[in-house]
C-alpha cells in the first residue's frame, strides 16, 4: 500500500509541474503590447495554471501523506479543470484558423476589433506604448528600414500602407502621397505621434495577426501540457484504483486470522 501511495505522490508531483508551462504561457501573454492591449487570454490562462499548481499540490499532500478523500478530491477537481483546458485549447485552434490578417472577413476577433468602443479602448493602449517610437530609435534610413523585419502590429499601425505612395522621413513621418485614393488608410494617416494609423483597418488587421501568431505559439504548449496531463491523470487512477484494492486487501487479511481463531474456538470442544 505504501508504495502505491507514493507512486500516486510522484503522479501528482509530475502534473503540478505540468501547471508551470500553462502559467508560464500566461505570463509571457501579458507581456506582450497586443495582447495586454486586448485582455482576452492572458489572465483565463494564468488562473487555469495556478488552480492547477493548488490542485496538484492537494494531490502531492493526499499521495504522501496517504490521505484518501484528498486523493479523490484531486481526482475529481483536476478532471474538471484538464476539460476546461481542452476546451481553451478547442477555443484557441478555432479562432486562429478562422482568423487571418484581413478586416474584410468575420470572425470572433474581428468582430471584437469592429465594435467602436471596444477598438476606442485598444487603440488608446496601442498610442500609449512605445512600439512606433522604437522604430524611431533603430531606422534611420529608408533602406535600412524597408529591409527590417518589423511585427504586422507595427506595419499596420505605425506607418501607412505602401499603395498610398508617401515619401518616407522617418519610419513614423511620411509626406506627399502619391495616391491618396489607393486606400482609405490613405486618408486616415496622420503625422501626429498620438494618431498615426490606429484609426486605419490595417492596424486592426496587424493587431489580429499578431494574436493569432501569439495565440498559435500558445496553443501548442498548451496542447502538449494538456496530452501530458491526461496520460498522466489516466496513470493516477490506475494507481488510485490499486490502493484502495491494496487497502481493502489488507483491511481483509488483517480480519481474517481474528475470524478463523473466533471459528477454531467455537469448534473446539469444551
Same mark, same amino acid.
Given at each position: ?102 478586416? /474584410?472577413?468575420?470572425? %470572433?476577433?474581428?468582430?471584437?476589433? !469592429?465594435?467602436? =468602443?471596444?477598438? #476606442?479602448?485598444?487603440? *488608446?493602449? $496601442? ?57 482609405? /488608410?490613405?486618408?486616415? %494617416?496622420?503625422?501626429?505621434?498620438? !494618431?498615426?494609423? =490606429?484609426?486605419? #483597418?490595417?492596424?486592426? *488587421?496587424? $493587431? ?63
Amino acid at each position: 500500500m505504501a508504495l502505491s501511495h507514493n507512486e500516486i505522490g510522484v503522479i501528482n508531483f509530475i502534473a503540478t509541474l505540468l501547471s508551470i508551462p500553462i502559467i508560464g504561457a500566461g505570463i509571457w501573454l501579458t507581456t506582450l503590447l497586443d495582447n495586454s492591449c486586448v485582455k482576452i487570454l492572458q489572465w483565463p490562462v494564468v488562473i487555469l495554471g495556478l488552480l492547477m499548481l493548488v490542485v496538484g499540490i492537494a494531490g502531492l499532500m493526499g499521495g504522501f501523506g496517504r490521505i484518501s478523500w484528498l486523493l479523490l478530491f484531486y481526482l475529481v477537481v483536476m478532471l474538471v479543470l484538464i476539460i476546461l483546458l481542452g476546451c481553451m485549447v478547442v477555443f484557441i485552434s478555432m479562432v486562429t484558423l478562422q482568423e487571418s490578417g484581413h478586416i /474584410d472577413y468575420s470572425g %470572433w476577433l474581428c468582430r471584437i476589433v !469592429q465594435v467602436s =468602443y471596444k477598438w #476606442d479602448q485598444i487603440r *488608446a493602449c $496601442l498610442s500609449s506604448t512605445g512600439m512606433c517610437t522604437e522604430l524611431n530609435q533603430s531606422y534611420h534610413f529608408a533602406q535600412d528600414f524597408f529591409n527590417a523585419r518589423i511585427t504586422p502590429l507595427q506595419s499596420g499601425c505605425c506607418k501607412p500602407p505602401m499603395q498610398c505612395g508617401f515619401t518616407f522621413v522617418n519610419p513614423t513621418y511620411w509626406i506627399s502621397p502619391i495616391n491618396a485614393a489607393a486606400d482609405m /488608410d490613405c486618408l486616415l %494617416w496622420n503625422n501626429e505621434q498620438t !494618431q498615426l494609423c =490606429y484609426g486605419c #483597418d490595417s492596424c486592426k *488587421a496587424g $493587431l489580429l495577426a499578431n494574436i493569432k501568431n501569439e495565440w498559435r505559439r500558445v496553443h501548442i504548449i498548451l496542447l502538449i501540457t494538456l496530452i501530458a496531463l491526461i496520460c498522466v491523470y489516466l496513470v493516477g487512477c490506475c494507481e488510485f484504483r490499486k490502493a484502495k484494492t491494496e487497502d481493502i486487501f489488507r483491511e481483509y487479511v488483517q480480519d481474517f486470522p481474528l475470524e478463523m481463531s473466533t471459528y477454531e474456538n467455537q469448534d473446539s470442544p469444551n
